[in-house]
């Protein structure tokens, strides 16, 4: 009788920590989810901020500076639930406005345009790369809290579903080459 009640408690321990093991790495995911987001927004930020400094300098033709404007401002004061909208809104905008060369050409041309094309181009590569790392941060969240034992335990505690960001984040043709 001793013997068994000995093996349930070492099988109890051993599960114990098997859940807790699995409790922590859900966390450390949750905490690498939150970084990738703070990753993202911040590179998401930079691209409107650029846009928006750009669109200020005089630097492009004014219907190209309003349409880059306008684009940028609605990505930076987007509410959460529209920020995906908004930020594809705004790659869609930079296409359009730097959809040839020609367009790129002219602004590194005008004074001080090298160092915008190239804090633009910079900016936009960007985005794809830290959307990327925030969705594969999410799709490894989501399979560890699909499993049963993370379910049936609560394992994930108060913690949110994570939640992908889907946006159109293609570059311009012209400024997603490294500038040389």
């Given at each position: ?106 602004v590194r041309e ?71």
């Amino acid at each position: 009788m001793t013997a068994t009640l000995i093996w349930i408690f070492v099988g109890l321990v051993v599960i114990g920590v098997y859940l807790s093991w699995t409790a922590g790495r859900l966390d450390r995911l949750h905490t690498r989810l939150d970084a990738a987001r703070a990753a993202l927004d911040a590179q998401l930020v930079r691209r409107a901020s650029v846009t928006q400094e750009l669109a200020t300098s005089g630097v492009l033709d004014p219907a190209a500076s309003i349409v880059l404007y306008e684009a940028a401002h609605a990505a930076r004061q987007a509410e959460e639930e529209h920020r995906e909208v908004a930020e594809s809104e705004l790659s869609q905008a930079l296409r359009a406005v730097f959809a040839e060369q020609a367009q790129v050409d002219a602004v590194r041309e005008a004074p001080g345009g090298e160092e915008a094309a190239n804090e633009l181009a910079a900016a936009v590569r960007r985005v794809p790369m830290a959307r990327r790392f925030h969705n594969d941060a999410v799709r490894a969240a989501r399979a560890l809290r699909r499993h049963r034992k993370v379910r049936w335990f609560r394992l994930a505690g108060h913690a949110p579903f994570p939640l992908a960001f889907e946006m159109d984040d293609e570059p311009p043709a012209a400024l997603a080459d490294r500038p040389s």
